[in-house]
């Protein structure tokens, strides 16, 4: 039997991944070290996951051929924007809303590795998800 899980229960499960990765290696590394540890934290859990997941740029509805790469992707619905820097800026919260925009996926999730306290580093993208 297939249990189809909503972006929401999807989410709630990939927080846990983020504290149980940043409980486990602190912060300081590197994005890859933090994307792969996240990757199999989540498999872990029981969800499917992809890594470095195409993103295709179109524009006029024509594909131009390049893209973005989606860090990770989960049960095809949510996207994971992780990244290990000084601080998340504007730009880094609208290139997840684009990613959506681009996937026609609903939730996205960005977080920064590189903090003190990784509650406030973790940042929920929402475009057109129902209530």
Same mark, same amino acid.
């Given at each position: 039997m297939c249990v189809v899980?909503t $972006?929401? $229960?999807?989410?709630y @499960?990939?927080r846990?991944?983020i504290?149980?990765v940043?409980n $486990?290696l602190?912060?300081?590394?590197?994005?890859?070290?933090?994307?792969?540890?996240?990757?199999?934290?989540?498999?872990g859990?029981g969800?499917?996951?992809?890594?470095e997941?195409?993103?295709p740029a179109?524009?006029?509805? *024509?594909?131009?051929? *390049?893209?973005?790469?989606?860090?990770l992707v989960v049960?095809?619905?949510?996207? @994971?924007?992780?990244?290990?820097i000084?601080?998340i800026?504007k730009?880094h919260?609208k290139?997840?809303?684009t990613?959506?925009?681009?996937t026609?996926?609903?939730?996205?999730?960005l977080?920064?590795?590189?903090t003190?306290? *990784?509650k406030?580093? *973790?940042?929920?993208k929402v475009?057109g998800?129902p $209530?």
């Amino acid at each position: 039997m297939c249990v189809v899980m909503t $972006e929401n $229960e999807i989410s709630y @499960i990939i927080r846990g991944s983020i504290f149980n990765v940043y409980n $486990e290696l602190g912060p300081g590394l590197l994005e890859t070290v933090y994307r792969t540890a996240l990757h199999q934290d989540i498999v872990g859990a029981g969800l499917k996951v992809r890594s470095e997941v195409p993103v295709p740029a179109i524009y006029k509805g *024509i594909d131009m051929g *390049i893209g973005y790469r989606a860090d990770l992707v989960v049960e095809n619905k949510v996207i @994971i924007e992780v990244k290990s820097i000084e601080a998340i800026h504007k730009v880094h919260h609208k290139q997840v809303l684009t990613y959506l925009r681009l996937t026609n996926f609903h939730l996205g999730i960005l977080v920064n590795f590189n903090t003190e306290v *990784i509650k406030n580093q *973790i940042f929920r993208k929402v475009l057109g998800l129902p $209530e």
